[in-house]
């Protein structure tokens, strides 16, 4: 019995879900029951009756799903799999901020620890954020932990966002020049990034989406060749969903070390011992699931 079939086999037997990011590798995604962004998975997990969540992706994700989910048991395969912008942001340097600006509201992006959703006002996604910024009373926004889908927000409202110092380094990475020097190897093709990009790659970009935009962006577009601007990942999404387009990953540094760690291997033997399980602490889970109701209510 080769690894597909044994985790097939043991995830009927254990009532198991297995989700997997837009970012894993190939097989990963294939071998998942659903593939997608970090909110859209636990939501997924949270309305399935699967007793265990396999959730492949990284350690906020799946603190998420508990936070969403927590009478089911939650596993991620490798609990070093973690996301460095979520580890740029703690409580009490938050705590800190906020002295300076009383009036400010806390938003937090969805890549953060459960422990700083638990303390803020309300959570965004890279799609949700604009939208919901916008519906906010307070006119300032201590926008928490990634600097760059604050200053992409920036631009479409009138409120004064404060940028906390956070990025993702797969996305930071990534500069105009070699975004520029893509485009001249293609110059035909359309060119689509990720809100955690830079702003100066932002302004060079056709369309700046997130993941699951991008999903449904690409089913509506005639063009042929399309230069993806985020992780390597989600080529391989974008190919099963538009297999007759050409998909040219914006640079070959577009990946995230962390989201790699997930494997077959881990997988089978998460599904074997159950193990290792994620967890939140019910008092933080209890004020995080706060900050993602009131983000839902307003999306």
Request: with cysteine; charged share 25%; proline share 4%.
């Given at each position: 019995?080769?690894?597909?079939?044994?985790?097939?086999?043991?995830?009927?037997?254990?009532?198991?879900?297995?989700?997997?990011?837009?970012?894993?590798?190939?097989?990963?995604?294939?071998?998942?029951?659903?593939?997608?962004?970090?909110?859209?998975?636990?939501?997924?997990?949270?309305?399935?009756?699967?007793?265990?969540?396999?959730?492949?992706?990284?350690?906020?994700?799946?603190?998420?799903?508990?936070?969403?989910?927590?009478?089911?048991?939650?596993?991620?395969?490798?609990?070093?799999?973690?996301?460095?912008?979520?580890?740029?942001?703690?409580?009490?340097?938050?705590?800190?901020?906020?002295?300076?600006?009383?009036?400010?509201?806390?938003?937090?992006?969805?890549?953060?620890?459960?422990?700083?959703?638990?303390?803020?006002?309300?959570?965004?996604?890279?799609?949700?954020?604009?939208?919901?910024?916008?519906?906010?009373?307070?006119?300032?926004?201590?926008?928490?932990?990634?600097?760059?889908?604050?200053?992409?927000?920036?631009?479409?409202?009138?409120?004064?966002?404060?940028?906390?110092?956070?990025?993702?380094?797969?996305?930071?990475?990534?500069?105009?020049?070699?975004?520029?020097?893509?485009?001249?190897?293609?110059?035909?093709?359309?060119?689509?990034?990720?809100?955690?990009?830079?702003?100066?790659?932002?302004?060079?970009?056709?369309?700046?989406?997130?993941?699951?935009?991008?999903?449904?962006?690409?089913?509506?577009?005639?063009?042929?060749?399309?230069?993806?601007?985020t992780e390597k990942g989600m080529l391989h999404k974008l190919k099963k969903i538009s297999p007759e387009k050409e998909f040219i990953l914006a640079s070959r540094d577009f990946i995230c070390p962390n989201m790699k760690k997930i494997?077959?291997?881990?997988?089978?033997?998460?599904?074997?011992?159950?193990?290792?399980?994620?967890?939140?602490?019910?008092?933080?889970?209890?004020?995080?699931?706060?900050?993602?109701?009131?983000?839902?209510?307003?999306?």
């Amino acid at each position: 019995m080769n690894l597909e079939e044994s985790i097939a086999r043991l995830k009927k037997e254990k009532k198991a879900l297995i989700i997997a990011h837009n970012y894993q590798n190939p097989d990963v995604q294939d071998i998942a029951d659903y593939t997608g962004d970090s909110l859209e998975l636990s939501r997924i997990a949270a309305k399935n009756d699967a007793d265990i969540i396999i959730f492949c992706g990284v350690y906020f994700m799946a603190e998420s799903a508990c936070i969403l989910s927590p009478q089911k048991k939650v596993i991620l395969p490798d609990s070093s799999a973690g996301c460095p912008m979520a580890d740029m942001a703690d409580v009490d340097s938050i705590l800190e901020m906020k002295k300076k600006y009383p009036e400010a509201a806390i938003v937090t992006y969805i890549n953060s620890t459960a422990a700083v959703k638990a303390m803020s006002d309300i959570c965004v996604t890279s799609s949700n954020a604009v939208s919901v910024v916008n519906k906010l009373k307070e006119e300032t926004i201590l926008f928490v932990p990634d600097k760059n889908l604050a200053h992409y927000v920036q631009r479409f409202t009138s409120k004064k966002i404060i940028p906390w110092n956070g990025f993702c380094p797969t996305h930071e990475n990534f500069t105009k020049e070699d975004l520029m020097a893509i485009k001249k190897q293609f110059p035909g093709a359309h060119v689509i990034v990720h809100p955690e990009c830079r702003s100066e790659v932002i302004d060079l970009a056709d369309k700046t989406l997130s993941t699951g935009q991008m999903v449904n962006y690409i089913r509506k577009i005639a063009h042929h060749q399309v230069i993806v601007g985020t992780e390597k990942g989600m080529l391989h999404k974008l190919k099963k969903i538009s297999p007759e387009k050409e998909f040219i990953l914006a640079s070959r540094d577009f990946i995230c070390p962390n989201m790699k760690k997930i494997s077959l291997e881990k997988i089978l033997h998460s599904l074997v011992n159950e193990e290792p399980i994620v967890s939140v602490q019910e008092d933080i889970r209890v004020k995080a699931l706060q900050s993602l109701q009131r983000m839902l209510e307003l999306s």
